[in-house]
């Protein structure tokens, strides 16, 4: 199974108020390495020194300082197309977190529709 798959799975598993997601990824060929890098500058994968583990990446579910699923998912999927065998493993998922926005000076309308969105 490929690397984009897996984190399908992984995404699958959890639960929908799921809100960041910290995985590590790791290449079997480090010759390759790189290579990898390359694709996974899109998502701003955070390189390890000196670990067992090459990559941290940083998942956001629907709002947040991070990577989207999305992206993430399309960076992994051009790892599978390179020929780029590799792991993954999942080190912390947060939920149950909300979004703070400034709702100051705006009207209810504005308010409801916000929560009415942001509620799905």
Not at 40 to 49: D, E, G, R
Not at 60 to 65: I, L
Not at 69 to 95: F, M, N, T, W, Y
């Amino acid at each position: 199974m490929g690397l984009a798959d897996t984190f399908n799975e992984v995404l699958a598993s959890l639960p929908d108020d799921w809100t960041d997601l910290e995985i590590d990824v790791r290449i079997f060929d480090e010759e390759r390495y790189v290579d990898a890098a390359v694709y996974l500058a899109t998502v701003n994968a955070q390189p390890y020194s000196k670990h067992d583990w090459h990559w941290r990446i940083l998942v956001a579910h629907r709002f947040g300082h991070a990577s989207a699923a999305p992206a993430v998912h399309g960076a992994l999927k051009l790892l599978d197309q390179a020929g780029l065998d590799g792991e993954i493993a999942v080190r912390e998922v947060r939920s149950g977190r909300v979004e703070v926005v400034q709702m100051w000076g705006r009207p209810e309308s504005v308010r409801q529709e916000f929560q009415r969105i942001r509620s799905q």
